[in-house]
């Protein structure tokens, strides 16, 4: 049996050379049992034992193979005995704690059972009652939520990280391995099965949530055989603590099972179909969250096969295959790099690390997989990457995200104060052409299209851009929205405060919706500061029923979001005050002019 290259074991030499002693003697002690003290043919189901043969669980199938070479068929395939009882492993649990995570394994299909991260943003966001939220403005202290789990294996499912092989030799994903060697920052399994012999090592890095896994599979047959070597990852889901994204329901914290397949990036959630071909170069694979991941990756370059995609309520799995062909006495190994941590793009766009490439034997990146790729802004990424640019700065300097994004605020109302300016301009040219405007409605009331076309004539007369006032509104508008974008995929600001008991997490909804109340309060006072250029029935929609609405839809968004617009507001009412005052300024100066004027003609 060969044993993974463990940078941790202390003597690979002398534990293979004890395992051949071991698998000598038990060979000797059976032909001397066989030859001269073994009673009558046994029945057919009572098979020889092989002391190399480490067999998955008796209700699984186990199978076990005769020393030597196995039989071929007339097809070329090897044939694999029929079941026999042997006896079971018992089921192995180990756990590694380090300072970023605490990993837990299982040696029933050598798999993740857990990979619990550590520290106070390593948490998820839990859901908070108005109730709770009120208790906890008040100086009631809640449980924090729990910490992050990425790995919650499924009940009847392959445990995460496990393996199986599909063909004419298959090895089953919840086969039952022995553990060969530990190490503080490393663990490794092996089992045989038919013709199979696997070992697989699993080693993280000394800081840090990248790990490298390998896997080693090796043909003890007399014939070569093909199939499919599967890598399974999934997670079981609550569904009362995930929800879809909606207009009124927020920004949604769904799980998905996702695959990169050549230039495709697949993610599958239970109200979508499953992609119909996912066949190609393997980029990556497993579970993307909101704010972390849990990846795979070949780390020698996209490999490739396929992925099988399942998203259910309570369910998102991805198992990726690979075509496997491995000659008599030869051994295949796979590679793969993993992430399980934080969406962090910054962190991201290092791996894979110097120390998993030291554990599968690289001396330097042969590629980067792009797994910030899944940290997803869509159309907006341009604009988010500019917001957070500045509210990374902002924030070095104060060290409180709230107020990197009230900076943020100022910084694009000054960019955009010119333009406001002429945009007041412009409403109050509109204002002053109201008396004129009725005129024209009253004439025409009983001829709709006559009474557009002589406004349009009388904007067009005064040299007046009746949209003018909405375009700050329309340039505000991209930024809300790459703003809302930033917040809900930017593990930088994840479950970071501002102030007080309750905005403890700016990209969780203000539980007390004070803050969006206050936001739509300073909203209906600033609609009734501008010049109203619009019958009385349009102004009293525009006063009241638009902020109500946007209110009522950032209930459930982003405390962030809300901050960002409240101090929007906030500094539009100064500033429509002081632009006010000058333009009524400007106003008295005009009309002093003609007194001059006419008196210097009179001269």
């Known amino acids: 049996m060969n044993l993974p290259d463990d940078p941790f074991s202390q003597d690979p030499q002398d534990s ?5 002693v071991a698998l000598g003697l038990s060979f000797v002690a059976v032909t001397a049992y066989m030859l001269f003290f073994a009673p009558n043919p046994p029945p057919p189901e009572a098979g020889a034992a092989d002391g190399g043969v480490v067999a998955g669980p008796a209700d699984a199938g186990a199978v076990a193979a005769a020393p030597g070479t196995p039989p071929a068929t007339p097809g070329g395939t090897p044939e694999v005995s029929a079941p026999a009882p042997e006896q079971e492993l018992p089921v192995v649990t180990l756990e590694r704690k380090r300072e970023e995570a605490v990993y837990t394994f299982s040696s029933d299909g050598a798999g993740f059972t857990s990979a619990v991260l550590l520290g106070p943003k390593m948490r998820e966001q839990k859901e908070v009652s108005i109730a709770e939220g009120f208790k906890k403005l008040f100086g009631a202290e809640l449980p924090p939520p729990p910490q992050m789990n990425l790995v919650q294996p499924v009940p009847n499912q392959p445990l995460p990280l496990s393996v199986s092989i599909e063909g004419m030799a298959p090895l089953p994903a919840n086969t039952r391995w022995a553990v060969a060697e530990t ?16 070992t697989k ?3 993280w890095s000394r800081k840090g949530f990248e790990l490298a896994y390998t896997v080693q599979v090796k043909n003890t047959s007399g014939q070569p055989i093909a199939g499919e070597l599967r890598v399974h990852h999934n997670r079981a889901i609550d569904p009362n603590f995930e929800h879809a994204p909606s207009f009124f329901g927020g920004v949604g914290n769904q799980s998905r099972a996702a695959c990169h397949v050549g230039e495709n990036l697949h993610k599958l959630v239970p109200e979508d179909s499953a992609p119909e071909d996912t066949k190609g170069p393997v980029h990556f694979f497993g579970i993307d969250q909101q704010y972390f991941l849990s990846m795979l990756y070949p780390i020698e370059g996209p490999r490739p096969g396929h992925c099988i995609l399942t998203a259910t309520p309570t ?9 496997l062909t491995v000659n008599p006495g030869e051994t295949v190994t796979l590679r793969f790099g993993g992430w399980f941590g934080p969406k962090d793009p910054d962190l991201l766009k290092l791996v894979p690390g110097q120390d998993v490439l030291s554990a599968t034997g690289m001396a330097a990146a042969a590629w980067h997989p792009t797994l910030e790729k899944t940290v997803d802004f869509g159309m907006w990424e341009l604009i988010c990457n500019v917001l957070l640019f500045f509210m990374k700065k902002f924030y070095a300097m104060f060290g409180n995200w709230g107020v990197a994004i009230i900076l943020l605020t100022v910084l694009v109302k000054l960019v955009l104060l010119p333009l406001t300016y002429k945009s007041m301009v412009g409403m109050e040219a509109v204002k002053e052409l109201q008396p004129k405007m009725e005129e024209i409605r009253k004439k025409y009331a009983d001829d709709r299209e006559r009474m557009n076309l ?3 004539k009388l904007y067009q007369q005064a040299k007046v851009n009746p949209l003018g006032g909405c375009l700050p509104l329309l340039i505000q508008m991209p930024v809300w929205i790459a703003l809302f974008t930033a917040l809900r995929n930017s593990f930088d600001i994840y479950g970071e405060p501002f102030v007080g008991p309750i905005w403890t997490d700016l990209t969780y909804k203000d539980p007390t919706y004070l803050l969006p109340l206050a936001l739509g309060v300073s909203m209906i006072i600033t609609q009734k500061m501008q010049p109203q250029m619009m019958d009385a029935a349009q102004a009293r929609i525009m006063i009241w029923v638009m902020p109500i609405i946007f209110t009522l839809t950032l209930l459930q968004y982003p405390a962030g979001l809300s901050l960002y617009i409240f101090t929007n507001n906030i500094l539009s009412i100064g500033q429509q005050y002081g632009l006010r005052k000058w333009l009524d300024h400007q106003k008295l100066k005009r009309g002093g002019a003609p007194a001059e004027s006419g008196g210097g003609k009179r001269k």
Request: glycine share 8%.
């Open 201 to 203: 090592t699993m080693q």
């Open 16 to 20: 293979q050379k004890r395992l051949l």
């Open 183 to 198: 190490g503080e920052d490393s663990v490794a399994f092996t089992t045989r099965r038919g013709p199979w012999e696997l």
């Open 454 to 456: 002589e406004v349009m």
């Open 315 to 323: 369910v998102r799995q991805v198992a990726a295959g690979f075509p």
